[in-house]
């Protein structure tokens, strides 16, 4: 076999140079290779054989992963042999999420031919420089490397730092393309916007077309605060831009036979923080034909009552069942609301948050309830006697009225196992439910023995508060906990969970949440002493 230097392996991670001398190289997990990468789960035992013929190299997959070719070409066991050029990267291991795990290398093949005597004489040098390795031959040396001690091999035997800027500058490119990428329409993001406080960041027509149906971040379904334009990220997406102008995202035109802007006749769309207004300033002759099967009628070019929205909701438009509207089948809808009122020409409509249904907004009247008294969103579930969507649980009420469901009950008591079993005990032992337990709750709250200040410090909560679900079990949440600080120690089971010393943090510990037995070891009941 011939010394002389057939091909390099520039390692990308570390930047180091395998020399390769055997026209068959082998890669994989197992120490039978010539190249043994033991540190990485995601290499196979054996998971590639790259081989040298007549100055052609080429790479043969024996993976069950597959091997990544110039980040384009996967190949696989059951593909035949491709060839490789000098300068093919090549992705033994490629996963987006976890980057520290990847295994790439660079094939470098010598440009110059050298002559016999010169190659002699270098590798006569690399002997006499190399005293770890003068057991072994060529072969030996060039098997069984783990690549875990790569870096820990003197860098004049084997290996070199190469610094290529073209390389370093295709990597930046690239991870700054993820970054930049918007999870929801999977594109360089346009016009991004900052959510608070999770801080992701989103397109602004993405987020809005979410933000329609959910108040909560698409990627950690954290509840939004506000929504704030970051001057970083745009920053750099204009400089990354500018950098790869061909990756800019193409605004796509509007159709304007299907969407006819037109500011005296067609809608208008006023939002705000809590919902969708539709403010309808004429009816059309139209409109009143046409009746509210026919919403998939793309023909009717003159039907200006079809509101194009940006949000993904479906078969919406900006009349609701109390609209004056002829050809409207209401024997199609189930509980009806009161018949007496009926919406003006000019009638403001806005979306319940549960059912993305329209209902006018009467919240300046007495006695209509709209919204929650808390976080201030739609619902239509007093307004309407029932929610549109078929398994609301009544997404607004009063909140000694609310029958919460037993999934959102599970541990009750601030999030901890062991302080919701003492409580779930004694309604055991009582025979009383969570229904039960809830009006007792009130009752207390009524009565100023439980209280709660998350809203306003100087305004008491009663038990005939108009709250939405999500706040009315926040509060529930609270007034349990309230309830089992109460607890008097005879009520408390199993016994040995009575003489328990307090948690030095309290309810705002955090270790109660994650090991069951500092919960179990400390009491939890009271307030922080320890900051």
Known sequence: MDESVLYRLKNLNDHNIILVYKNQFKIGRATTNDLAIANNQFISSSHCIIEFDNGHVYIRDTSSNGTLINRSKKINKNHSPIELH?????????RKDEPQSNV?????????????????????????DTTSITSTSRN???????????????TDIEMKRIKTNDELIIKAGNDMEDILTCVCCQDIMSNPICLEPCLHAFCYDCYTSWEAIQRTCPKCRVKVI????NVVINGILEAFLKAYPHKRPVLKAIDNTKCKMNTATNAKIEGDRNAIYFNNNQYNDEM???PIDNDDDEDDDDDNTVLVMAAPVSNVRFICRQCPTRGFNRTKNINLVSTEFQCRPNQNHILCQCCVQPMPDRQDEPNIHQSCEICHQYFCNMYSQQCQRQDCLGCLNQLQNFNFAPRHLTNLVNDNPIES???QSYLINHHATMRELLVECCRRLDRREFTYIGIDRNLAVSSTKIVCYKCGLKIFKELVYQFRVSMKQNDILPIALRNRENCYYGKQCRTQYTKPAHAQKYNHACEQIKF
């Not at 660079?106 to 270098?122: A, F, G, H, M």
């Open 288 to 290: 009143d034909n046409d």
């Open 86 to 94: 000098s300068g093919d990267i090549v992705h033994l291991v490629f």
């Open 421 to 423: 079993q003492i409580v």
């Open 140 to 154: 030996e040396t060039k098997e069984n490397v783990d690549s875990s001690n790569l870096i820990n091999i003197s």
């Open 226 to 229: 506000d929504k704030k334009k």
């Open 104 to 128: 790439i290398f660079q094939l470098d093949l010598p440009l110059v031919t050298k002559s016999t005597n010169q190659t002699e004489q270098n590798l006569k040098r690399k002997r006499s």
